[in-house]
Each structure stands twice: as structure tokens, then as C-alpha cells.
């Protein structure tokens, strides 16, 4: 890796004020760690090394501003802190639970208190992952916030089966086993939850809005095969709907 960067101080009475900036090119994500400071937003620093393990960091671009307060014997504080990094071929684990995505092209912004990465693409399961974002929040408080949004496209099958995983279930719990269905899906799916290490799927709300093609969903109303050519579908751990014109056997259904 390559690792540049400058900065200046300017002296005020017994107070000192440093910028600086910090360049780091190419270098492997299983590596980061040893080149980002504890100290500089840790918080960020400690979700990107937990939930990205590998891949590669293309370009991380980091300005801070210091303070000395003191010259006398005062310590060093953080006043400022941005950042963007670019990453290739990573491997995200997003929500624990779920499988991670792989093979992503990204790029993220940070600061004190919050941390966006935006996902061009990549793979998770057998479904292509066509964007998403991850958002971490309120990083300076006690209340630290997740919301990510992540959008994919694929088999309908492949789809259901990953919100069918334990614990959320939420394909079997409403009568529909991915094993017997088929067609297309573009899926966004929407996860909230606190900022907490080890939190189970349990306590994170999913919210995921499906747009089906060709579907067919084998002994689902009256033992007969529901069809259609388009539907949307929405799901969360309270309800499904499942809105469109379909047949229920050769029967047409609103």
C-alpha cells in the first residue's frame, strides 16, 4: 500500500490547531486495521473490520482536525473527522443471520457520527445484488442506529428462501414454501435495528416489497396452482400482501 499525507499547525497563544489529510491506496481490507487509528471514528472503524473481512480497499482519503488545548501539558482532541473509502471484490456481512454479500463494488463517506456506504453491486445467495446502502447513525451518542437497504434481483425460489431463514421465517409462516415456487423477483429489502454486537435477526425489523414476473406457486389456494404474470409482494413479521390479477388453476383472480 501507499500511504501519503500532510499537515499544518498554527500556533494561538497556548493553543495549537493541526489539519491534516491522509491518503491510503490499494490495500487489503484483512489489513486496514493496522493503518486506521483506533482513535478515528472508532465506531465506523470497528464495523468496516468486523463485517468487511475481505476485499480490497482501492483508495481511503481521511482530513482531521486536532486541538491542543493546553501546551503545558493538555492532551490531544479530535475536532473534526471526514473520510471516503472505495472498495473492490468485498465480502459484507450485513445483517448477522444472513448470508453476506460478496464480490461488492463500493464507496463510503464518514465522519463522527455517521458512516454511508453505497453498494453498486455484487451477490448474496444465489441473487444478484443490483445497490444498496448501509447507514450507521448517531455514532457519537448512546443510541447508535442501522438502517440498510439492499436491492436484489434472481429467482423468486432463491429470494424467498433467504427471508425464510431462522429465525424470520417469513415465507413458511404464511403458507409459502419456496421450494414449490417459481418466476422472477426484483426485491428491496429493508432492515432497522440498534447498533448492537451479536443482535439477533429477531430484533431487527425487515421490511421487503417484491415485484414478481411469471410466477407460479404450486398448491397454494385450494390445493391448485396460483399463476400470474406480474405481482407485487410485501412482506414483514406482522403481514404478507400479495397484490395483482392471477389464476387460481384456470381460474382468473383479483
Known amino acids: 500500500p501507499a500511504l501519503t499525507g500532510h499537515a499544518a499547525a498554527i500556533r ?25 487509528p483506533r482513535s478515528l471514528g472508532h465506531l465506523a472503524r470497528r464495523w468496516v473490520i468486523e463485517n468487511m473481512p475481505s476485499g480490497e480497499v482501492e483508495d481511503a482519503n481521511v ?34 443471520g444472513l448470508p453476506p454479500v ?20 455484487g451477490e448474496s445467495a444465489g441473487l444478484t445484488v443490483t445497490g444498496g446502502e448501509v447507514r450507521l447513525t448517531d455514532l457519537q451518542s448512546d443510541n447508535e442506529q ?48 440498534p447498533l448492537v454486537r451479536d443482535l439477533p435477526l429477531s430484533k431487527v425489523d425487515v421490511q421487503t416489497e417484491s415485484r414478481l414476473s411469471d410466477t407460479r406457486v404450486a398448491n397454494l389456494a385450494f390445493g391448485q396452482t396460483v ?15 400479495l397484490a395483482g390479477r392471477a389464476k387460481i388453476g384456470d381460474v382468473d383472480a383479483a
Open 12 to 36: 494561538l497563544g497556548d493553543r495549537v490547531s493541526i489539519d491534516g489529510t491522509v491518503r491510503l491506496d490499494r490495500i487489503s481490507l484483512a489489513k486496514l486495521e493496522s493503518y486506521w
Open 63 to 96: 482530513t482531521v482536525a486536532l486541538g491542543a488545548p493546553d501546551l503545558t501539558g493538555g492532551g490531544v482532541s479530535l475536532e473534526a473527522l471526514s473520510g471516503t473509502l472505495k472498495f473492490k471484490d468485498t465480502t459484507v456481512h450485513h445483517v448477522n
Open 102 to 121: 460478496t464480490n461488492v463494488a463500493a464507496s463510503a463517506v464518514f465522519s463522527r457520527d455517521r458512516f454511508i456506504a453505497r453498494f453498486r453491486h
Open 146 to 193: 442501522a438502517a440498510i437497504d439492499v436491492s436484489i434481483e434472481g429467482s423468486l425460489r432463491d429470494a424467498l428462501a433467504l427471508i425464510d431463514r431462522p429465525p424470520l421465517r417469513y415465507a413458511s409462516r404464511f403458507g409459502l414454501q419456496p421450494a414449490t415456487v417459481t418466476g422472477r423477483t426484483e426485491t428491496r429489502m429493508k432492515f432497522k435495528f
Open 227 to 241: 399463476s400470474a404474470e406480474h405481482l407485487t409482494l410485501k412482506v414483514n413479521s406482522a403481514r404478507l400482501e
